[in-house]
């Protein structure tokens, strides 16, 4: 929810210390110094999130790792209807390219609703 995400926000720039949009090893290390006392544990945790190996871990990085993974699965199915639609790859969807899909399953449907 809005509600979830905003939250992480919050947590993402109180660990991002300096505001640099990037947690490092050392904030990483800072913010979780009361939960997490071993070092070693910190550097797992930093690989783990740190998917572009940049030494860093971004925003969303960040949200990649926290938001449940129910949130990512109806993101997919959103990505991947909107892409049976976006038949030549444009990330936009034609008239022509809804017709296709939509005019398949409903020939009753008037030529005229495809006008761009």
Same mark, same amino acid.
């Given at each position: 929810?809005?509600?979830? %995400? ?5 947590? !993402?720039?109180? !660990?991002?210390?300096? $505001? =640099? ?5 050392? &904030?990483?290390?800072? $913010? ?9 544990? %910190? ?5 783990? %999130?740190?998917? *572009?190996?940049? $030494? !860093?871990? =971004?925003?969303?990085?960040?949200? @990649? @790792?926290?938001?449940?993974?129910? %949130?990512?699965?109806? &993101?997919?199915?959103?990505?991947? @209807? ?5 038949? =030549? ?5 034609? @008239?022509? &390219? ?11 449907? &008037? *030529?005229?609703? !495809?006008?761009?």
């Amino acid at each position: 929810s809005e509600q979830e %995400v905003e939250h992480l926000r919050r947590v !993402f720039e109180s !660990f991002d210390q300096n $505001g =640099d949009g990037a947690i490092s090893i050392g &904030e990483l290390e800072e $913010g979780l110094k009361a939960q997490i006392k071993n070092e070693e544990e %910190v550097r797992h945790l930093m690989n783990a %999130v740190d998917m *572009d190996k940049s $030494g !860093f871990i =971004d925003y969303n990085e960040f949200l @990649a @790792a926290t938001l449940p993974e129910q %949130v990512f699965l109806n &993101e997919d199915k959103i990505l991947n @209807a909107f892409n049976m639609f976006d038949k =030549d790859g444009s990330g936009k969807i034609s @008239a022509s &390219e809804l017709k296709e899909v939509i005019g398949r399953e409903n020939t009753q449907i &008037e *030529d005229n609703i !495809f006008d761009e």
